[in-house]
Nanobody, 123 residues
Framework: QVQLVESGGGLVQAGGSLRLSCAAS????????MGWFRQAPGKEREFVAA????????NYADSVKGRFTISRDMAKNTVYLQMNSLKPEDTAVYSC????????????????WGQGTQVTVSS
């Protein structure tokens, strides 16, 4: 079992930045992946970014490439999502997720989820 706790959401003006954190505890492993997903009101949950714990390879949705950066701190078992140049369309509940395999862009492939954190970007 893996427990995930997100933090760092909030309200920011367009063009601003936020950094989300997701702390993992429990049965973590070097061969697991963590991803960030988001869900805006009335929309389906969508992939944002993911990282494979061993080696640190990453993947991003086209909508956030060049603006968001996912990274990990192996000593703290924490993954971060640095979000820059935020836009109103980035407003959503952001959730981190984990799976014992290489990363995936499909939310149904992830077994463990955090509670989510609200990000609101005002215009």
């Amino acid at each position: 079992q893996v427990q995930l706790v997100e933090s760092g959401g909030g309200l920011v003006q367009a063009g601003g930045s936020l950094r989300l954190s997701c702390a993992a505890s429990g049965r973590t492993s070097s061969r697991y992946a963590m991803g960030w997903f988001r869900q805006a009101p009335g929309k389906e949950r969508e992939f944002v970014a993911a990282i494979f714990w061993s080696g640190g390879s990453t993947n991003y949705a086209d909508s956030v490439k060049g603006r968001f950066t996912i990274s990990r701190d192996m000593a703290k078992n924490t993954v971060y999502l640095q979000m820059n140049s935020l836009k109103p369309e980035d407003t959503a509940v952001y959730s981190c997720a984990a799976r014992y395999a290489y990363y995936s862009t499909s939310d149904s492939d992830y077994n463990y989820w955090g509670q989510g954190t609200q990000v609101t970007v005002s215009s």
